[in-house]
């Protein structure tokens, strides 16, 4: 069995959904289904899922040009989980910093 989230995508898109919808974007693995994700995720942010989405991304094909000839490949493919949270909740990343003890180590 895979694990179930692999990491954050952290793009402008997802930021901007984090921020108007209240949506989280996920790498996840290829067989987690939406209530696997849902659940490892209210476990490890403490917060309540109200509905996940999965997208399964085509890597794109790449072509790169050498001295030796051409060389032709593909990225990977990735499966991408949009988990909307209730209201009121939130999942921080980077963990939350007190600004006044920050400023007074300084």
Partial sequence: MSTVLIRPIL??????????ENQYVFEVGDDASP???AKAIES??????TSVRT?????????QFTRKGVR??????????????????KIDYY???NT???AENK
């Avoid at 793009?11 to 108007?20: C, D, M, Q, V």
């Avoid at 593909?74 to 909307?84: F, G, H, L, N, P």
């Fill in 95 to 97: 963990g939350a910093q």
């Fill in 72 to 89: 032709a490949g593909r990225k990977s493919d990735e499966r991408r989980a949009y988990v909307t949270l209730a209201k009121g909740n």
């Fill in 44 to 49: 490890r942010f403490s917060v309540t899922v």
């Fill in 11 to 20: 793009t402008e898109k997802a930021t901007l959904l984090a921020e108007k």
């Fill in 100 to 102: 006044t003890a920050a």
């Fill in 55 to 63: 997208v399964n991304k085509k890597g794109k094909a790449k072509i």
């Fill in 35 to 37: 209530n696997a994700i």
